[in-house]
């Protein structure tokens, strides 16, 4: 401020003598003694030829309440919709009983025009509804825009009150955006506030959302900004990651896959075997007749007789025995401790039990399993 004196002097004849009038950091604080005054001086857009912006203080605190929060002492204010611009601020004011009204402005074609929308200021709770003769109209509680500096692209403040270096909007660098290398190229865009690649006007900025959001959760809990700008922050920090135990089979898609239940096989217990075969292997015949009982080896085994082709009696034992035998003989040709031509005695001996076990279809061993068809020894499914 170029003239202090000067100043105060216009400052007395707009609103006649007031309180302490302190220079801060980015504006003048001056403290009314009457609540006319201080309407007078919120009304004003103009003093001694330059464009003003006043406003009541936002950082002014009061001690910690007893929740821990500092309270804000600034009056709790509310906005009403749809109010006709022929009614003056003084009016609303002193209709509604409010401290103090002011009506929303909005930029078009490089000009201001006032709109219908009104901010009220209030000493104590709002109230749900205000009368204006005989219009009623909701208040609800006004959540102030975020407010950007055009000349550094911080949040809190205005232009003319920044004593910052110029930022370009566009880049972020130290000049305007006029001269901007980059001004029609977004791509090469980045935020001062978040290093984003986008401009500093961007909407969708980190820096412009956590800044939205700290003044609805301020005015909401009734909180200082400060105070809502740490719980704001508390709840956007990253909660730890669970933790997963590693699977030995992940699915591979978001539909997880019906688990099968392992298919058990059914165990044939009722095993067959020919005694000449028997005989033939192991040198020594075996007869068993129904109902008789065989001592059992290792291997758990029904041992139980059962009837083919109305003569031969077979038993499940004698028949693993067999087979063992069949195994290990081919084994022993395998390995050069049987002679070769003992390997086609073995198949044919294998080959006659086969018979006899599954049945045949054209002097052929029916190798297929639920086979349907009668075999040639005796009409039946094998």
Known sequence: MSHPI????????????????????????????SLKQKTQLLNTVE???????????????????????RSS?????????GISTDLSEEEITKEVGAVSARRLVKWSGGQKEVTSNVVLSFSEELPQFIYLGFMRRKVKPYIPPPMRCHKCQVFGHHADKCSRNVRCVRCGLGHALDSCPVKDNIAEAVC??????????????????EVSETLKVSVT???????????VRQSVLPQPMPVVRAVENPQLTSTPKEQRKPRVRPVRRQLIS??????????????HSAGSTTEAGPVAATNTDLELNGNTTLSNIDFQKQITAYLLHTLDVVSGRASVEHAA????????????????????VCFTPHCKRPTDDVQQTC
């Open 221 to 231: 809990d009734k909180i200082s900004y400060r105070d809502a700008l740490i719980k």
């Open 274 to 287: 020919d005694p000449a075969v028997q005989q033939q292997t192991t040198g020594s015949p075996t007869t």
């Open 6 to 33: 000067s100043f105060k002097r216009t400052l007395f004849a707009l609103c006649g003598k007031t309180g302490d009038i302190k220079l801060t950091k980015s504006c003048v604080r001056v403290t009314c003694l």
């Open 345 to 364: 005695t073995v198949r044919a001996d294998l080959y006659k039990l086969a018979m006899i076990l599954f049945g045949t279809h054209e002097s052929k």
């Open 47 to 69: 003093l001694n030829g330059k464009a003003v912006e006043v406003s009541e203080p936002w950082t002014s605190l009061t001690k910690p309440s007893a929740s821990g929060n």
């Open 73 to 81: 002492s600034r009056s709790n204010r509310g906005i009403i919709f």
């Open 192 to 209: 001062v506030n978040c290093k984003g690649r986008h401009s500093a006007a961007y909407k969708g900025c980190p820096k412009y959302k």
